[in-house]
């Protein structure tokens, strides 16, 4: 079908060069096809073949969908492949792993395995992979150090925790935020300090923040309640704010509601105060439900809307849905965003 199609396609073009570009690129989706449809394959002798066959593959899409692959049917005996596989993208990355595609999944894959490559995974904590972009060069590698970070707590490598701070401390949201992810994995009450001290140290980042007060939560739920909550006033940094909202509502902790109804109470700003309704809703509790249904019930026009598009998050849940209708039963004003919402 593909040979055909291109056949006709390049029969009429004076480039050699161009015939011989477009006459490759149907293989490689062949490939990639053809590992997709591994994915229905239950004999483990022709995966273990076909799995360690396409890690030699010169492409960096090729060997990434392969490790992903052997992930998924768990093909364990294939760490050498991968961990020689790995070797070759570090030569010349640019070219030949764009985005890192390949070595993230490479790693993703010995971690799985908790395979014995230290080397690799300490590699992966270090790399940087500058790519060219409109107007400057970006870092693709970012993912790839946090993966190399949890294969390293795969290994129980001992000196792990420090590995982490250096990635919360990293040029990368994305790294930050996975090394925030990666500490609260830990369960260890001693590394809350490093999670502190990055907020201490001025993170503004709206999409770390709520990964780092979240891990904090998650370490050490008293002590992290309080010190989360601290921030619901920072009046400095509506960001900082925003995100201890949001970590409390996402911690389901009960606890978290009184702080996230004291915050409420007091404040004037009109979206922070949506802000804190949206947290409350994520609690999943009876007393911030009850509360919310008593803003539609009671209410201003603007709070009562603001409750109800809180809660609409869980429009799905029949509980929920009938809450609300209930509560606005008597409220021509809020009759149109009910049936946005809920109807």
């Given at each position: ?12 073009i004076?480039?050699?060069?161009y ?14 096809e053809y ?11 022709k ?7 396409f890690?030699k593959?010169?492409s ?5 969908k ?11 005996n ?7 596989a790995?070797?070759?993208?570090k030569i010349?990355?640019i ?13 993703q ?5 908790h395979a014995?490559s230290?080397?690799?995974f ?7 992979q ?5 107007g ?11 993966a190399g ?5 795969s290994?129980?490598y ?19 935020a996975g ?10 009450p001693t590394?809350e300090p490093l999670?502190?001290m990055r907020i201490?140290?001025e993170?503004?980042?709206e999409e ?15 002590t ?6 601290s921030?619901?006033?920072?009046q400095n940094n509506p960001n ?9 509502g996402?911690?389901k902790?009960?606890?978290a509601?009184d702080?996230?109804?004291?915050q409420?109470?007091?404040e ?10 949206y ?13 919310l249904?008593?803003?539609i019930?009671?209410?201003?026009t ?20 009938d809450?609300?209708i ?7 004003d809020?009759?149109d ?7």
């Open positions: 079908m593909y040979s055909a199609y291109y056949r006709d396609k390049t029969t009429s004076a480039s050699t060069q015939i011989g570009i477009v006459n490759n690129m149907p293989q490689l989706e062949i490939d990639l590992i997709t449809n591994l994915e229905n394959c239950n004999d483990a002798d995966l273990q073949r076909e799995v360690t066959k890690l593959h010169n960096s899409f090729v060997v990434a392969t490790a992903q692959l052997a992930i998924t049917k768990r093909i364990q294939v760490g050498d492949h991968l961990i020689s790995y070797n070759r993208f010349n990355p070219k030949r792993d764009p985005g890192c595609k390949a070595k993230l999944a490479i790693v894959a010995l971690t799985e395995f014995i230290e080397t690799i300490i590699h992966a904590t270090y790399c940087t500058m790519e060219p972009v409109w400057g060069r970006v870092d693709t590698a970012g993912t790839l150090r946090c970070a949890a294969g390293l707590m290994i129980n001992p000196d792990v925790i420090n590995e982490l701070a250096r990635l919360l401390c990293d040029p990368e949201r994305e790294t930050r090394a925030a992810k990666l500490i609260a994995s830990t369960g260890e590394a999670l502190r201490l140290s993170e503004s980042d770390v923040l709520p990964e780092i007060f979240s891990s904090i939560i998650i370490i050490s739920t008293t992290g309640l309080e010190f989360v909550s921030y619901l006033n920072d900082r704010a925003n995100a201890a909202a949001l970590a409390l996402q911690s902790n009960p606890k509601f702080y996230l109804l004291t409420f109470e007091r004037l700003d009109h979206e922070y105060r949506e802000t804190l309704l947290a409350m809703s994520m609690l999943r509790i009876d007393k911030a439900n009850n509360f249904a008593d803003l019930r009671d209410e201003n603007t709070t009562a809307t603001q409750a109800i598009k809180a809660l609409s998050i869980f429009y799905y849940d029949p509980s929920i849905k809450l609300v209930n509560a606005a039963a008597n409220r021509d809020l009759q965003v009910l049936k946005e919402d809920f109807l």
